[in-house]
Antibody
């Protein structure tokens, strides 16, 4: 059974960098697309971007320039970095396997941006 | 980006009711729509993929239909555990987008 688990700080200061890791178990991260999705009260569910083991990465245009995603195949993990965060980046962040549809989802991690 | 518009944004129903939620895409997206259920405090959970395919393990009272721009999620014989928020999501465009959600609560 495929299981995803997000980890990282739950509190980030404004203007700093949000960094999260998704640990994948039950399947190799090779040969799949993986995405990050976030959910905030104001904007609902928002796709952040996706990456593939080949190196292909696609980012949501609204976040391009601030977001970086990467894979660590040796640890079966992938990561998200979002720079220059503001209060608008406060959200629950989910990592998901992306087959077009998102399944499964991690349990999510709430990240609050403080001033 | 492809916009997904769900309706209604909320509805009240009773156990045993039939519930229908619609999702309209801003352009034709063939059958590339997926549906999720989210209960409070939980991550979304896939119900239906590519418009009408039921994920393994999801009860058969859930069904999806549609193609092009108009899609429907139907819940037949609503059960207590079905009171939740439902989202559509398109996977036609490079950038994935979601509907704003439909909250189903107790009448």
């Amino acid at each position: 059974q495929v299981h995803l688990q997000e980890s990282g700080p739950g509190l980030v200061k404004a203007s700093e960098t949000l960094s999260l890791i998704c640990s994948v178990s039950g399947v190799s991260i090779n040969n799949y697309y993986w995405s990050w999705v976030r959910q905030s009260a104001g904007k609902g569910l928002e796709w952040i971007g996706r990456l593939f083991s080949s190196g292909r990465i696609d980012y949501n245009a609204s976040l391009r320039g601030r977001v970086t995603m990467s894979l660590d195949t040796s640890k079966n993990q992938f990561s998200l970095k979002l720079t220059s965060v503001t209060a608008a980046d406060t959200a629950t962040y989910y990592c998901v396997r992306d087959g077009g549809w998102f399944d499964p989802w991690g349990q999510g991690i709430l990240v609050t941006v403080s001033s | 980006d492809i916009q997904m518009t769900q309706s209604p944004s909320s509805l009240s129903a009773s156990v045993g009711d039939r519930v229908t939620i619609t999702c309209r895409a801003s352009q034709g997206i063939r059958s590339y729509v997926n549906w999720y259920q989210q209960r409070p405090g939980e991550a979304p959970n896939l119900l239906i993929y590519t418009a009408s395919n039921l994920k393994s393990g999801v009860p058969s009272r859930f069904s999806g239909s549609g193609s092009g721009t108009d899609f429907t999620l139907t819940i037949n014989t609503l059960q207590p555990e079905d009171f939740a928020t439902y989202y559509c999501q398109q996977s036609y465009g490079l950038y994935r987008t979601f509907g704003q959600g439909t909250q189903v609560d107790v009448k």
